[in-house]
């Protein structure tokens, strides 16, 4: 039974499935009681992370977490990077595959600035972030990307989501990942709302990622907003429960 | 391609620092190649050949001037064979490049990824340089654009440049002709005059072949009836 259970309302309908193919066999899988049982390569480390459009501007925030399951070891991950002046990444999942990914990541973007003298945008960004984990896609990196950015001369936000596999989903508002998934979907479907400069959608942003962590074990212990707007790049703590 | 009998290059060089498989590849082009050219505008590009076949030969279907993609274009002088092949790659490396991104390629890309393969093969074991140059057209975000590629792997950018039999002549009569405002429709008009200087016998629009694109960013081969109508213009 274990590994058949698909969650109704997850996000990633192909991602679930990997997560489910870790499970031992045998053990009955609730949503709260996670610790004692079975664990997915996806959440061993713990992560939340959350991106969003604003007027003019883009948003991504991440909690700071770095656990071996229940055993919190650092709180100071950083899960967030800025690929260029017009690209965020977010990274959720196993924390060595966050690491990895992110490098060779930039090595790719750097590569196409040199070779095409141009930066790359972030539709761009975000096709190539998903050849890069398809072309694994019978031994997959074991993360969960978010990709914010400001396209073109406009500097017209842009957000999208993918699965470990590299299927990617397009919003106008928010997307969300991590193991606080579930809550986060819950806590930026209430609090979001269009258009908000890049003050309010630090405050949005930030009210989301704190009350969405403080219901989840694997994910909090501080967290960061990363802002991008077509003159700036702000990156700012949150003050949170440390637990 | 390593434990291959032919693991050792073709192209070697000479003691005066010469590479003459290359120098022999450009006679194939220049010495032997039919002419073909190429104008930048300032809202376009047209690239023009000579299609000069024997009497027999069936002209449906068969171009010189090609598209890679909706917005480049190219055309060639020297061994039709291998650029038949250099044509293929070409693009297939566009479509992999738009694959990978969800982007166009930009002509300056894709020019300088057929230059590469061209180099390769001049240091590759076993193979001999490509028996063509390239002229390559194109219009993105960057303008209009025309490149052209040698069988040395070497590749400049053009404002109007000719390859072939006749090219030192037509390039000294295009550097009279050519100016930086120049439009679509006079270089068009400037390509038919060039290419006539050195066309043996009458010139019409079974015997050349011009492509063109303009700031629809959409490259195309013009039909006979298209020259006709040109070539019926510069006779005046």
Same mark, same amino acid.
């Given at each position: 039974q274990a590994g058949l259970i698909s969650r109704s309302d997850s996000s990633s309908g192909e991602g679930s499935r990997a997560r489910r193919a870790v499970e031992r066999p045998g053990r009955h899988k609730q949503q709260g009681g996670r610790r004692r049982g079975a664990?997915?390569?996806?959440?061993? &480390?713990?992560s939340a992370l959350v991106a969003m459009t604003g007027k003019n501007c883009v948003a991504i925030a991440s909690d700071t977490r770095?656990?071996?399951q229940q055993l919190t070891i650092g709180t100071n991950m950083k899960r967030v990077f800025k690929m260029n002046d017009k690209t965020l990444l977010g990274l959720s999942g196993l924390a060595s595959d966050v690491m990895t990914v992110s490098q060779k990541l930039r090595l790719q973007t750097d590569m196409y600035k040199l070779q095409e003298e141009r930066e790359m945008k972030p539709s761009v960004f975000n096709n190539m972030l998903s050849s890069f984990l398809y072309a694994r896609r019978f031994g997959p990196y074991f993360v969960e990307p978010l990709v914010a950015g400001l396209e073109g001369p406009? &500097?017209?936000p842009f957000i999208a989501g993918q699965d470990l596999l590299g299927a990617s989903v397009f919003t106008d508002d928010f997307v969300v990942c991590g193991t606080s998934e579930q809550e986060l979907f819950g806590t930026c479907e209430s609090f979001y709302k269009p258009n908000l400069g890049p003050d309010e959608l630090f405050e949005t942003i930030a009210q989301c990622m704190l009350a969405a962590v403080d219901r989840d074990c694997l994910a909090g212990w501080g967290g960061v907003v990363h802002i991008l707007t077509p003159t700036k790049y702000i990156v700012k703590e949150l003050k949170g429960r440390h637990d | 391609m390593g434990d291959s009998a032919y693991s050792f290059s073709l192209t070697t060089f000479s003691p005066s620092g010469k590479l003459l498989q290359i120098e022999h590849a450009l006679n194939a082009v220049n010495?032997?190649?039919?002419t073909s050219l190429g104008i930048r505008a300032k809202d376009g590009v047209v690239l023009a050949t000579s299609r000069k076949v024997p009497a027999l030969v069936d002209l449906e279907g068969f171009h010189k001037v090609n598209s890679v993609t909706d917005s480049i274009g190219v055309v060639y002088s020297g061994l039709g064979p291998d650029y038949r092949v250099l044509l293929k790659r070409a693009r297939k490396h566009a479509q992999a490049y738009y694959r990978k991104f969800l982007d166009d390629i930009p002509t300056s890309q894709l020019a300088r990824g057929t230059a590469q393969v061209m180099q390769e093969y001049t240091q590759a074991g076993g !193979?001999?340089?490509?028996g063509v140059s390239l002229l390559i057209a194109g219009?993105?975000?960057?303008?209009p654009q025309l490149y052209q590629a040698d069988p040395s792997g070497a590749f400049f950018g053009w404002k109007a440049t000719a390859i072939g039999q006749?090219? !030192?002549n037509a390039k000294t009569f295009l550097e009279k002709r050519y100016n930086d405002d120049i439009e679509l429709e006079d270089a068009i008009h400037t390509a038919l005059l060039t290419m006539r200087e050195g066309f043996e016998g009458e010139m019409t629009e079974h015997n050349i072949e011009i492509g063109i694109i303009d700031s629809s960013r959409k490259f195309r081969v013009l039909t006979p009836a298209e020259v006709r109508d040109y070539l019926d213009e510069a006779a005046d």
């Open positions: 664990m997915s390569i996806l959440e061993y &480390n713990g770095f656990g071996a406009e &500097n017209k | 010495k032997k190649g039919k !193979v001999r340089p490509f219009y993105d975000d960057d303008g006749d090219f !030192v």
